[in-house]
């Protein structure tokens, strides 16, 4: 959500408005920057990188920052579809930065192999990572909050997950048919409630499975 400047505190003290994750004020505009696109708020000097026309895209890292008309944008998030779909590509690496990643970011990159998700992560929206087989042993980082539902369902070669201590919310089925995992070790502290169905690794639960948690 874009707003005129001036007038953000405004629109989040409102009704009905808060319903969008990404709430910026200022001039919007769109730029692409080494083969990706973003939009930013010149008066921010944040950038998010939105979907875009990635098929010729083989290689992709998402940046920490990058420059725009000679000023340093941060780029704290990945928008919702940013990447779905584009299973054309191999590797899709982090910088340190991104704070967010949207609901569908990758969804159905199931060829992809993703690098190691950087420890300012705070959010990983629903179905972020759907589908995404490469995945096999997944280090949450250290830093990380939230994880939305089905965000890492149907990853099918996924066999061990560890949660950091900083996480304080799981949605509903976050590995559902995730059928290969029999290992989670957490490190948070004070568990909170969750969704009985968050480990379930099939639409129907099976009693026979061997599943193993750890925690500190």
Known sequence: ?????????????????????????????????????????????????VAGD???????????????NGLSYQVKEIAANAFANCSQIDTILFENGIE???????????NTEFGTLPSSLKTIGDQSFWNCNSFKNLNLPEGLESIGSYAFGACHNLKKVVLPSTLTSLGQMVFQSSDKLSTVISHIQEPFEIDMRVFTTNVRWDEEAQKEIYTP
Not at 54 to 68: A, N, Q, W
Request: net charge negative; proline share 4%.
């Open 54 to 68: 990635y098929s010729e895209l083989r290689k992709v890292t998402i940046p920490g920052d990058i420059e725009i």
């Open 1 to 49: 959500l874009y707003v005129p400047e001036g007038t953000l505190a405004q629109y989040e003290a409102s009704k009905g408005w808060t319903m969008f994750a990404g709430r910026y004020e200022g001039e919007h505009m769109e730029t692409i920057v080494d083969g990706l696109k973003y939009t930013y708020v010149p008066s921010s000097r944040i950038a998010t990188i």
């Open 100 to 110: 967010k990643i949207g609901n569908v970011a990758f969804s159905w990159c199931n």
